[in-house]
């Protein structure tokens, strides 16, 4: 059960644009009463069918060094911002500074239309419920 609110925690502060695990740690930690770690958020983001990994930053610490953290989007964001010439590249433009361009895998391209074929379904057979509601 912990996971589920931790997941819809997670979606709702990744709907606008992606964010690196720091910084969802980092909100979840601070509006929720028990919080998550890193190995938890980790797992929780990584067989999510809703998030996708971007790709990763590199961070410096004074006394750790360079390390790589990972960026994390929602579907529904990458669907939204996906560029319709080419699948593979999701362009965010923040509201100050240049355009980022996210480069999907083949995988993750797959993986993503499916996620719309699925959602087209949901909604077809929602919508052929509602028909038939009317005509009863």
């Known amino acids: ?17 992606p964010r690196n695990s720091v910084e969802i740690r980092d909100h979840i930690n601070s509006t929720m009463r028990h919080g998550t770690t890193s190995q938890q958020l980790g797992n929780i ?4 069918k809703d998030t996708f ?9 004074m006394l750790s060094g360079d390390y790589e953290i990972s960026e994390w989007g929602t579907t529904n964001w990458l669907i939204e911002n996906q ?8 362009i ?8 980022i361009t996210y ?7 797959q993986k ?7 959602e087209e379904k949901r909604i ?8 038939e509601e009317l005509i009863v």
């Open 124 to 131: 077809n057979k929602e919508e052929r419920k509602t028909l």
């Open 1 to 17: 059960m912990k996971t589920v609110r931790i997941r819809k925690n997670i979606k709702n502060y990744l709907h606008d644009k």
């Open 83 to 90: 560029d319709p010439e080419d699948l593979c590249n999701i």
């Open 103 to 109: 480069i999907l895998s083949s995988s993750n391209v």
């Open 53 to 61: 990994k971007l790709g990763k930053i590199i961070r410096s610490g």
């Open 112 to 118: 993503l239309e499916r996620y719309k074929l699925e």
């Open 92 to 99: 965010y433009q923040p509201l100050s500074g240049s355009p």
């Open 45 to 48: 983001l990584s067989k999510d």
